[in-house]
């Protein structure tokens, strides 16, 4: 993240523990990772489906989509910390933080859904192998898609240890299963390209596989 930004993360945090576990704090922490986001997986959302249209590759445009539905994660979060800071009322008289609770048990159900669907298209892949071409640009965008998502784990994983925030938690994790999805898709892609098999079903099934149970597990 910016400097900027980082600095506003922390400015209120110096004060101690305490104070970066409260109410004004946590929502700060989790509007700021909520938009960003929002904002990096809208961009590797565009970056993926170019490279996949210009490849013609199935799964390089299913992995830009699961970069969309992680942009609608990042709405969840975001929606989540919002009305978690809310005040406590007469209806919600310990306050609303259990509404981060729910975000996050939303964004788990975000992972299994994508784990589903990429169970079934790579299932598909066995079935009826397709070729799928390997352009230069998907070899820049894949593993810079990686960087990104390791990226956004670490400072998700570290703002969600700040706070004691599950939905960072789980965004993290899902982060990190998005790694393993575009490396399985980076990894059939040259296989393909150099030996002729048809690897991107088997990779495909591994990883919804393992995205599936840390979904479960989220």
Not at 85 to 100: C, I
């Amino acid at each position: 993240m910016p400097e900027l930004i980082y600095d506003l993360f922390f400015r209120k945090s110096r004060k101690g523990a305490a104070d970066a576990a409260s109410a004004d704090t946590r929502g700060l922490y989790g509007i700021v990772c909520g938009i960003s986001g929002i904002v990096l997986n809208i961009l590797l959302f565009g970056a993926k489906l170019f490279a996949g249209l210009i490849s013609a590759s199935v799964s390089i445009v299913a992995d830009a989509v699961n970069n969309l539905s992680d942009a609608g994660s990042s709405v969840v979060t975001l929606l989540g910390f919002k009305l978690a800071g809310k005040k406590a009322d007469s209806e919600h008289p310990y306050g609303h933080g259990r509404f981060e609770y729910i975000a996050a048990l939303l964004v788990s159900a975000v992972i299994m859904v994508m784990g589903f669907e990429l169970l079934k298209e790579s299932v598909g892949r066995i079935i009826s192998p397709a070729d799928t071409g390997l352009e230069p640009a998907a070899l820049i965008i894949l593993p810079a898609s990686i960087l990104v998502k390791l990226y956004m784990a670490f400072y998700n994983r570290h703002y969600g240890k700040q706070i004691d925030s599950t939905a960072l938690f789980a965004v993290a994790r899902d982060s990190l299963c998005d790694c393993l999805a575009t490396g399985a898709v980076l990894l059939g892609a040259l296989l393909s390209h150099f030996t002729g098999l048809h690897a991107d079903g088997p990779c495909g099934v591994l990883v919804s596989l393992f995205i599936l149970y840390s979904g479960f597990s989220s």
